[in-house]
Each structure stands twice: as structure tokens, then as C-alpha cells.
T-cell receptor, first 116, second 112 residues
Framework: GNSVTQMEGPVTLSEEAFLTINCTYT??????LFWYVQYPGEGLQLLLK?????DKGSNKGFEATYRKETTSFHLEKGSVQVSDSAVYFC???????????????FGDGTTLTVKP | EAGVTQSPTHLIKTRGQQATLRCSPI?????VYWYQQALGLGLQFLLW???????NRGNFPPRFSGRQFPNYSSELNVNALELEDSALYLC???????????FGSGTRLTVV
């Protein structure tokens, strides 16, 4: 079945440092890929998405490229801020049919703390 | 535009009782998804409703059930509550899942 493996955290960085959070996946077909962010006490927010191979999703300085050959979707940001401190989830989109219908598969989440 | 709204925000129940959680999707979204986020277990898929029908469910016992109403809002019911049901229950909606979900802020269920 589908699965997502995310870089284990927690990750602690200084402000303005470069961020990479690794994400690899196993899937049948060609699912959409997503990064979500969860701030303390809140639900998840969609950060960016890519719907096909070689697509690059980007938002708020974050980027991730859908790499079919390496089955990866690593999250990057060139210069992190204190306000980026949160939990980041990589996810595979569900299909419209079969046992994965409607079911997104999430990684375990990576906690990022950015210190001033 | 209002986002996905969930109620109540917090719920405390005694073991063996029933809990009812509610979700209103974004206007125009016909699909509603329920996830359980238990400490240390990540997000586990519970249920998917679309156009009033249950389309898929995750690996949860039958005491987890729900429904979707004609206005696309949804209700999650958990019967015979157990201590391990304590978790954050997240509802999400989408127009087409391929483009991602919009999540609500969740209902924190505590079973004592």
C-alpha cells in the first residue's frame, strides 16, 4: 500500500538557516503530493502541492519538487524565520477508486524549531 | 469565506459513553474526511464522505461511524468510548482530493 517516510525530528535551526526536510514515498499510480504545516493548537494547513512528476510546488518561500525517479518530495526553504516553527507533514493524495479512495497518507511529521 | 468549522473544540467523556463531533465544510466542497491524530501515532484516516455517501473508511472498529447531511456537513460518532480514543479529531473538506484538503482546527476528545 501507499506509505510516506519523513525525516525524523525534531529539527532545530537558527534564524536565516537553510531548511531541508526529506520525504520519500511508496505509491501505486501517480498520486498528488502535499506538504502541510501544523502550528501549535491548530489543524493542518496546506502549504504546497504538486500534482505530477517534475512539478514544483511553492508557497511562502517553501519549495518542493515531485521527483518520480527518486520517489521524493523534499521540502526546502532558503532562510527560515522564528515564525516557521511548526510541525510539517508530507502527504500522498488518495485516489478516486480502490482501497485508497479519498485517503491521503501522511508522514509522521517533523517538528521544526527556529531560534532567533 | 468561512473555513472548515468543527465543534465542539474540546470534549471530555467518560469511558463507555458516546461522543458526537460535528464538521461544516467549506461552501461548495462536497467531500468531508475525518482523521484521528493521537499522540505518537500521526494522522490516521477514519472516514470519507462524498455527496452524502460513505465512500471509504480506515482501519477502525465499527463503533466509529458517521454520516453526511444534505448540506454536506458531517457528524462523527464514537460509541463505547475507550481511553485510547483520546485524540485530536480533524475534519477536512475538498472539492477534489487531488488538490489537497482544507482542515478544521479539530476537536480534542479526552476520555477519562
Amino acid at each position: 500500500g501507499n506509505s510516506v517516510t519523513q525525516m525524523e525530528g525534531p529539527v532545530t535551526l537558527s534564524e536565516e538557516a537553510f531548511l531541508t526536510i526529506n520525504c520519500t514515498y511508496t505509491a501505486t499510480g501517480y498520486p498528488s503530493l502535499f506538504w502541510y504545516v501544523q502550528y501549535p493548537g491548530e489543524g493542518l494547513q496546506l502549504l504546497l502541492k504538486a500534482t505530477k512528476a517534475d512539478d514544483k510546488g511553492s508557497n511562502k518561500g517553501f519549495e518542493a519538487t515531485y521527483r518520480k525517479e527518486t520517489t521524493s518530495f523534499h521540502l526546502e526553504k532558503g532562510s527560515v524565520q522564528v515564525s516557521d516553527s511548526a510541525v510539517y507533514f508530507c502527504a500522498l493524495g488518495g485516489s478516486r477508486k480502490n482501497t485508497n479512495a479519498g485517503k491521503s497518507t501522511f508522514g509522521d511529521g517533523t517538528t521544526l524549531t527556529v531560534k532567533p | 469565506e468561512a473555513g472548515v468549522t468543527q465543534s465542539p473544540t474540546h470534549l471530555i467523556k467518560t469511558r463507555g459513553q458516546q461522543a458526537t463531533l460535528r464538521c461544516s465544510p467549506i461552501s461548495g466542497h462536497t467531500s468531508v474526511y475525518w482523521y484521528q491524530q493521537a499522540l505518537g501515532l500521526g494522522l490516521q484516516f477514519l472516514l470519507w464522505y462524498d455527496e452524502g455517501e460513505e465512500r471509504n473508511r480506515g482501519n477502525f472498529p465499527p463503533r466509529f461511524s458517521g454520516r453526511q447531511f444534505p448540506n454536506y456537513s458531517s457528524e462523527l460518532n464514537v460509541n463505547a468510548l475507550e481511553l485510547e480514543d483520546s485524540a485530536l479529531y480533524l475534519c477536512a473538506s475538498s472539492l477534489a482530493g487531488r488538490y489537497g484538503y482544507t482542515f478544521g482546527s479539530g476537536t480534542r476528545l479526552t476520555v477519562v
